[in-house]
């Protein structure tokens, strides 16, 4: 039988991170790529890319004020310092429940109070350039969703603000092409890039409550390639409660540089996936035990 040679010239123009060439890091993705650390500095004391591991947690959507309110206080407890909440959403279907609609700018004001009343840091989505005006008002970090993720008019608008962004990866996109949304974001002047892996779709061999799969090599192999802090969201890639504190610990483990954690004083209620959320409890248990992890690797939780 004759044996097949495998050229090493083929081989060796590949990264260790395999589909990403030593071209694409030189003329695709050069900023991205870019050999210094950066950290993107929220408040003197948040700062992702550092030792760090800032958490952002809060319900999906920003359903009242009530709601805020108890989630607030709840951050206050655990002193986590950013607060989550989209008040503008995709949905995968195009049927909303009667309980949830979009609050858009009623729910920007909601948040703009709990800002003030309880001085944390706002994370909120932006779907459409058009609201931005809105957003950028009260938001301190401004998330792309997997859903935008190659949105490229969008990316540069908010490239254009200045202010610190979050970018999900979509879960069907290549660590190739999520680098290559991020250079666009980057090209535009915008150096406050967090990344953030948030699940990807995959055969589906776990229960059909698991719509997404946490790609926790994504950590390590991203950081191959970038110096940008890597973030991860679990709520999002299990959709399962029960699962999120193990791919928390895991996501810490692996060297992420900060997570974003779903959570409702009443999941069961949450107008959308009332799945996902940790209730209150298993929130501060995770929160206690994330940070006895996170000492192990020198880091640490705020
Ligand atoms: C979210 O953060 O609420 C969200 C919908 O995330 P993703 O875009 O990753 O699905
Ligand atoms: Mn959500």
């Known amino acids: 039988m004759e044996k097949k040679i495998i050229k090493k010239s083929s081989l060796s123009n590949k990264e260790p991170s395999k589909d990403i060439s030593k071209d694409d890091i030189k003329n695709k993705i050069p900023l991205v790529a870019s050999k210094n650390l950066k950290k993107v500095k929220i408040s003197k004391d948040i700062i992702f890319g550092s030792n760090q591991v800032p958490i952002i947690a809060g319900p999906n959507g920003v359903e009242s004020f009530e709601l805020m309110v108890k989630v607030a206080k709840q951050l206050k407890k655990n002193k986590i310092k950013i607060i989550r909440g989209h008040a ?59 859903r935008n993720m190659q949105n490229l008019e969008l990316l540069k608008e908010v490239s254009n603000t200045k202010f610190p962004i979050i970018l999900k990866r979509h879960f069907g996109a290549s660590l190739r092409d999520f680098l290559g949304a991020a250079e666009h974001i980057l090209v535009n002047g915008n150096q406050n890039l967090i990344l953030c892996e948030r699940g990807v779709s995959m055969p589906h061999t776990h229960r059909s409550t698991s719509r997404f799969a946490l790609d926790i090599q994504a950590i390590p192999a991203l950081k191959e390639i970038t110096k940008f802090p890597i973030i991860s969201d679990p709520s999002h890639a299990s959709f399962w409660a029960p699962w999120v504190p193990s791919l928390t610990f895991a996501s810490i483990s692996a060297g992420c540089d900060g997570l974003i954690i779903e959570m409702h004083p009443n999941p069961k209620k949450s107008a959308v996936d009332p799945l996902q959320p940790l209730n209150f409890k298993q929130f501060k248990a995770l929160i206690k035990k994330s940070r006895q992890i996170s000492k192990v690797f020198n880091r640490k939780i705020v």
């Open 88 to 146: 503008y959403k995709p949905l995968t279907f195009p049927y909303r429940s009667k309980m949830y609609k979009e609050s858009k700018s009623s729910g920007m004001d909601i948040m703009d109070e709990i800002k003030k009343e309880f001085s944390l840091k706002v994370v909120t989505e932006v779907t459409e350039i058009r609201y931005l005006g809105r957003i950028t008002k009260t938001a301190d970090i401004l998330q792309i969703g997997s």
